[in-house]
């Protein structure tokens, strides 16, 4: 299978290519040529364990570039470490079902993805005999799903900044109780711009990038994409079982789109999903492009939900190749609209054929609160990122609805405390986590410092 570019000016690349170079050449975001059709074979399906599922998902976007004793090998190993044997149990509740997608080492979504790309970065880069040194800045989450992705893994460093005393301390330590010794992590002093702004000089200087093997493990990977489809297609056939003439609707807490697009990907792929209920919170760019067809740019907002603080998606590219019917050149237009000045606009035809799809809402902090308080009296305790999903779902049209819950509650525990006046209980892997040994390494805010760092690890290897 071929991988193209949703700008169409970089050559087509294969799966192993597309792994590794994360984002194409032409700034673009790459994705399948055509996806498979499973809509023939579903019946096959359904009595397959999470682990078996995600084989038979994958094998035609691998296309035999691994064979399929190695790709078996790579998916059981990476959902070994989660703590429930469904991996992404559905529990039903009345009216919604909640997909718990937490349960992996870090407590949150990403960990199903960052798990095997982890794994499928050191067997790529191993059969290739080369290394990759990754560089990234996180303001919580994506930065410790990603360490506990890569953690002592051969052929791989991490190096991963965080915006020294300002995130969470759990989230801290999450990253910092990490001690392989192909983790470094970086404290710097600023904010998580100030992070984000020292990665994106070390990607912009390309003697140093191309010297020290710099990757990324960003949000646009295919990868992350795919192995994201697996629990839209594992949850909807356990809701069929028990609701066989019921509409199969999910609701996904949204921010840059990864997750809610692999949803789609799975309906393309003939996965019978009715609708996709797209929840936002303030930060709400998506919800009014899907509302009113402008995609404009405003100011983050911090919230009660920060994975979810994002003003650019960088998935909703992938979408809208789909909704300018492949044509690259249009995309490239919205994209240097949206360069220079900040909005683009869709047509009144695509506004139409979004919403035939997607069911927009946005959900402000105080329902959020309300919906976790709400929740935690039917003795079920939610993150606020899971909150926003399930007060989506609640004021839908839609009768039943599967949510998905994204992160664990004990990792949010303050808006969980403001909601409920309770801490929620911590979860083993958390437990002590706080008294743990911690390695971290202090920069100013200082791009030679940080490359000093890297260098200096590097040639101790
Ligand atoms: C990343 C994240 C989200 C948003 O997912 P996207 O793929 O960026 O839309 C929602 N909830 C939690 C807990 C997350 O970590």
Sequence with gaps: MKYVSTRGLSEPRDFTQTVLEGMARDGGLLIPE??????GQLDGLKELSYQDLAKQLFYPFVDGELDNTTLNQLVDRSYQHFTHKS???LRFFEPVAILELFHGPTLAFKDIALQFLGNLFENLLNSKGVRLNIVGATSGDTGSAAIHGVRGKAGITIFMLHPKGKISPIQEKQMTTVLDDNVVNIAIEGTFDDAQRIVKALFNDLAFKDQHALGAVNSINWVRVMAQIVYYFYAAFQFQ???????????????NFGDIYAGYVARKMGLPIEKLIMA????DILYRVMTTGQYKIQEVRSTISPSMDIQISSNFERFL????????EDVRTLMEQLGSNGEFALSQQQLVDVQRIFHPARINTEQTLRTIARYHQKGYTIDPHT????????????ERVICLATAHPA??????????GKVPEIPALLAGILDKPSRCTNSKQDLQQVKSIITEKLSAQ
């Design 411 to 420: 990792k949010f525990n303050e808006a969980v405390i403001r909601a409920t």
């Design 34 to 39: 055509s996806v498979p059709d499973f809509s």
């Design 241 to 255: 079982k028990k609701f066989p003439s019921h509409p199969v609707v999910f609701s996904v807490p949204t921010g």
């Design 87 to 89: 991996i992404t149990p």
């Design 280 to 283: 936002t919170n303030e930060n």
């Design 387 to 398: 909150a926003v999903g399930i007060a989506a779902a609640e004021q839908s049209p839609f």
């Design 321 to 328: 190749f789909d909704l300018v019917h492949h044509e690259a």
